[in-house]
C-alpha cells in the first residue's frame, strides 16, 4: 500500500500522470499511470492505493515509472468502441507500506520486496480481476493487512 502525495498532468501526454508516492515512512517513489482521462490530480492526492512494487521501472515518454497502482476497469455502459469505466482501487484505511496476501494464503504475498522484479507482460498475464466488487487473483480475494481491496463503481471487469 502506497500513498499518493502528489499527481500532476505529464506534460508530454494528455493521457498521463506523474504521481509521487509515499510507500513507507520517509521514502517516495515515482509512477506513471494512464489516468488522466478518468481523474482530477486532486481526486489522487491524499489517498492510499495498491502499488505493484516488482515492476523493473519503465520509462514513460521520459518520466521514470517505478511501478504501477492497480485500478479497476470495465467497457462503459453506452459508451463508445473502446471506451472504459476506470477506478483507482482505494485502501485508504490501511497504513502505508502494507504487503497484499492472497487470503487464506498468509505467505502468498503479492509484490513483496523479497520477489524478484517482473516485466509487465508477467504481469498482465497475473489473473487479476474484480469479481461483485472484490479484487481476485485466479480464485483468491487480495487483501492489504485485514481489509479486503473492493471496488465500489466497476464491481466486475479486469484489474490492471
Aim: aromatic share 4%; hydrophobic share 40%.
Amino acid at each position: 500500500v502506497a500513498k499518493i502525495v502528489d499527481a500532476k498532468q505529464h506534460p508530454g501526454a494528455d493521457k498521463l500522470f506523474i504521481e509521487q508516492l509515499e510507500i513507507a515512512e520517509g521514502v517516495n517513489t515515482q509512477i506513471v499511470s494512464g489516468l488522466a482521462l478518468h481523474y482530477k490530480p486532486e481526486e489522487l492526492i491524499g489517498h492510499h492505493i495498491i502499488l505493484a512494487a516488482n515492476l523493473k521501472p519503465a520509462k514513460l515518454r521520459g518520466e521514470v515509472s517505478n511501478g504501477m497502482l492497480l485500478a479497476a476497469s470495465r467497457p462503459k455502459k453506452g459508451g463508445a468502441e473502446g471506451e472504459q469505466d476506470v477506478e483507482v482501487i482505494f485502501a485508504d484505511r490501511v497504513p502505508v507500506g502494507t504487503p497484499v496476501t492472497l487470503d487464506g494464503d498468509p505467505a502468498g504475498v503479492v509484490g513483496s520486496p523479497l520477489k524478484p522484479q517482473i516485466t509487465i507482460d508477467t504481469f498482465f498475464a497475473t489473473p487479476l480481476k474484480c469479481e461483485d466488487g472484490l479484487v481476485v487473483c485466479g480464485t483468491k480475494t487480495l487483501r492489504a493487512g485485514t481489509a479486503l481491496l473492493e471496488t465500489l463503481k466497476v464491481l466486475n471487469g479486469e484489474v490492471g
